[in-house]
Nanobody
Framework: QVQLVESGGGLVQAGGSLRLSCAASGRGFSTSPMGWFRQAPGKEREFVAAISRGSTISDYTDSVKGRFTISRDNAKNTVYLQMNSLKPEDTAVYYC??????????????????WGQGTQVTVSS
């Protein structure tokens, strides 16, 4: 069982930066691929980024490539999402999520088994 708590969201102007953190408790963090998803008002939750257990593989949706960076610190049981050059269309609730232990990186929402409560990111124009 893994519990996830996101933090770091807020209001920022277009072009600004935010760093989201997701702290994990419970067993299995270091052996679980992690992901970030987001959900804008009236839209479905969508994949943003994912990282493998040992940080050797990362994956991004096209709209954030070159602007967002996912990373993790297994010693601190934390995964991060550094967001630069933010745009109004990045406004959403951001969720971190964990896949089952010893699986591979993936984009499919239904394959993530543990979810945080979400943190709001608002980008003003």
């Amino acid at each position: 069982q893994v519990q996830l708590v996101e933090s770091g969201g807020g209001l920022v102007q277009a072009g600004g930066s935010l760093r989201l953190s997701c702290a994990a408790s419970g067993r299995g963090f270091s052996t679980s691929p992690m992901g970030w998803f987001r959900q804008a008002p009236g839209k479905e939750r969508e994949f943003v980024a994912a990282i493998s257990r040992g940080s050797t593989i990362s994956d991004y949706t096209d709209s954030v490539k070159g602007r967002f960076t996912i990373s993790r610190d297994n010693a601190k049981n934390t995964v991060y999402l550094q967001m630069n050059s933010l745009k109004p269309e990045d406004t959403a609730v951001y969720y971190c999520a964990a896949r089952p232990q010893y699986t591979v990186v993936g984009r499919t929402l239904g394959e993530y088994v543990y979810w945080g409560q979400g943190t709001q990111v608002t980008v003003s124009s």
